[in-house]
């Protein structure tokens, strides 16, 4: 009998232990954390793996297939299309997109009044609903001359341009767009940044002579270096997998000339149905940006040092 | 990669608001000197730019929504005709009564709150939850969950996204579909690693003399969240509300896929089903002008906090 008692009083002492350090609130906190991160965020991700290799319609149980979803996938021959055209995108992004969020940041940290202004005007765009956005430009881009800016093209003398409606003007357009639609909000992140920079190097700068332009150059822009290297690494990530602009404006077309790896994967998925295929394209991508951001990882690691 | 652990975080504890008005020298300088800004030349430069600055970002910031606002209540005409008109006589209101009725955006736009709603509640539960947990209980397993969770911060989401729309049409385990009900938005909603991770880096910020003293009047980890840590957290806690409300305001892909029924479905994916049927062009402004007014007009009220919420938003990420 006192044998039992002193068993069990041990046992719930290191119950209570446990309870009392906090043990027990912290698995009830868990719980919901676990469940949705389980459901929503690991359990997919791994069922993308496993997927990949398989064959499901839904209805019969899967099977597994190998390589095939991957061998499908890659000699799809809309494929080479598709990636160029992401590229495209990417790079156009890159070249004029990246620069003027910066540029509008060195630009309004510099004022000394109104700014608040300046930042609540640049950052409108990014509260706008895409979708209601697109619709818009939609609009905006009609191409005969009565669209809005073929109009505005036309007071000084340009135009009208076939915008959305030509193989080599879409992709830029869309381009133009998502410059719009993203400018401003990278550029808040780019401002938070600035009021890090140290400023007595300007004071330091400014003594040696020299002028703003070369302050701006050689002090502004290395202190941003990190911000810059790892937005430029969201931005590539981001319009790597750019779906909604393209989907909207052109839904791939004309000619295939705005069809992107993401539309693709769309339709394996949810037109054709084919869930192995689109995952398989999903992990390809997926391990394309992986060894993409290692590789720029190292690259920019050693730029920052330098 | 050290995207998350770089020291750089402005998320200050709790901190006294700064002046509408700051005194003109308030702010550091910039690159721009004191003594530059007197030189006439420079000084002219600043005006110039200052001024095509203004003009690029009044047309390219507020113009479309200017336009939108305008278009809503033209004929579908005299869009066509004179779209860049400034002109013009506001004289169809009907243009939205007819939106809101007939195209149904009315209703597409309780949708589109109750999904915000529901999402920022799942976000917030889940991610302060968690946070908190990381931040304060700091259970012997805590960095287990605190690297899987980080881990999918660096996942793109396209390798999640078929799976996770085959996960809602059939939930593991519960063999439930969650299609077609609000859940499917809902609850993915709360897997955002990266407002734990701001949570979490707030909570570190709050002194723990706090919480000691709270546990020593007895109160349990419950009580320490609801009396100690959320009270000071506001600040940080509106800008996630603000931005998870803008964020869920956005969404197109999601909702589309797993919302088939028209009645469930918010107003970013009935927009383009309006377009593409045959409905007036004013009647489609009205619509877009509907959607676009709601999100500005909150980012007009809550301007601060949104920029301060992007911003740190920065400092998380570099």
């Known amino acids: 009998m006192s044998h039992t008692q002193t068993a069990r009083r041990r046992r719930r002492f290191d119950l209570t232990r446990w309870a009392q350090g906090g043990g027990l609130h912290a698995v009830l906190f868990a719980v919901p954390v676990v469940l949705v991160y389980a459901y929503f965020s690991w359990g997919p991700v791994l069922q993308g793996l496993v997927l990949s290799f398989q064959k499901t319609n839904l209805i019969l149980p899967a099977q597994w297939v190998g390589w095939s979803n991957f061998e499908y996938v890659l000699s799809d021959p809309g494929l080479v299309q598709a990636s160029l055209n992401t590229a495209y995108f990417a790079l156009l992004a890159l070249l004029f997109g990246f620069p003027i969020p910066i540029i509008l940041a060195v630009l309004i940290n510099e ?14 765009p990014a509260i706008v609903p895409p979708v209601a956005a697109i619709l818009l430009w939609k609009f905006f881009y009609t191409p005969d001359g009565k669209g809005m800016f073929n109009t505005a093209l036309g007071w000084i003398g340009l135009g009208p341009f076939p915008w959305l409606n030509s193989e080599a003007s879409a992709m830029p357009s869309i381009v133009l767009y998502a410059t719009w639609a993203g400018a401003g909000s990278t550029a808040i992140i780019y401002i938070a940044a600035l009021s890090t920079v140290r400023t ?71 037109i054709n149905g084919d869930f192995g295929a689109a995952t398989a394209l999903s992990v390809l991508l997926a391990l394309f940006l992986g060894v993409l951001s290692i590789v720029y990882y190292f690259v920019t690691r050693r730029w920052s040092r330098a | 990669m050290s995207v998350i652990d770089t020291p750089a975080a402005p998320a200050a504890p709790p901190q006294p ?18 003594s530059d800004r007197n030189r006439p030349s420079v000084r002219i430069w600043f005006r110039i730019v200052q001024t095509i600055l203004l003009v690029v970002l009044i047309v390219s910031g507020l113009g479309p929504l200017l336009w939108a606002a305008k278009a809503s209540v033209s004929t579908s005409n005299a869009i066509v005709s004179d779209p860049m008109g400034i002109w013009f006589t506001p004289n169809e209101w009907g243009n939205l009564l007819l939106a809101w009725n007939g195209a149904q955006i009315g209703r597409s736009l309780g949708n589109t709150v109750i999904l915000a709603v529901g999402s920022t509640l799942t976000t917030l539960i889940v991610s302060v939850a968690a946070a908190f947990l990381l931040s304060v209980l700091r259970p012997k397993w805590g960095p287990w969950l605190s690297g899987a969770i980080l881990a999918t911060l660096f996942l793109p989401g396209v390798v999640s996204f078929v799976p996770l729309y085959l996960t809602i049409l059939d939930m593991p385990l519960l063999n439930i579909s969650l299609q077609d009900t609000f859940w499917a938005v809902w609850l993915p909603a709360g897997a955002s690693a990266f407002n734990v991770v701001v949570l979490k880096r707030f909570f570190d910020s709050i002194p723990r003399e706090y919480m000691e003293a709270a ?79 709601i999100p500005v007009i909150l980012f007009v009220i809550f301007q601060k906090q949104f920029l301060r919420g992007v911003g740190q938003a920065g400092g998380v990420k570099g």
């Open chain 1, 111 to 124: 004022l000394r009044r109104y700014d608040g202004l300046y930042n609540a005007l640049a950052y409108l």
């Open chain 1, 200 to 270: 007595e190097l300007y004071e330091a700068a400014e003594i040696d002579g020299a002028g703003i332009w070369r302050r701006v150059w050689h002090i502004t822009l290395p202190q941003l270096r990190n911000v810059i290297f790892v937005m430029m690494l969201l931005q590539l990530i981001g319009t790597f997998q750019i779906f909604t602009e393209p989907f909207l404006f052109t839904g791939g077309g004309p000619n295939n000339a705005t069809q992107t790896i993401l539309l693709k994967i769309y339709n394996y998925a949810f």
């Open chain 2, 17 to 34: 608001r700064r002046r509408r008005r700051p005194e003109p020298e308030t702010k550091e300088r910039g690159v721009v000197s004191r």
């Open chain 2, 215 to 293: 546990k020593i009047d007895g109160a349990g980890p419950l009580r320490i969240l609801t009396m100690v840590v959320l009270p000071l957290s506001r600040p940080i806690l509106g800008v996630i509300i603000l931005l998870s409300v803008v964020g869920s305001w956005k969404e197109f892909l999601w909702p589309m896929l797993v919302l088939s029924n028209p009645e469930l479905q918010p107003v970013s994916v009935m927009l383009p089903k309006l377009a593409a049927g045959n409905s007036p062009l004013a009647v489609q402004m009205a619509a877009v002008f509907l959607t676009i007014i």
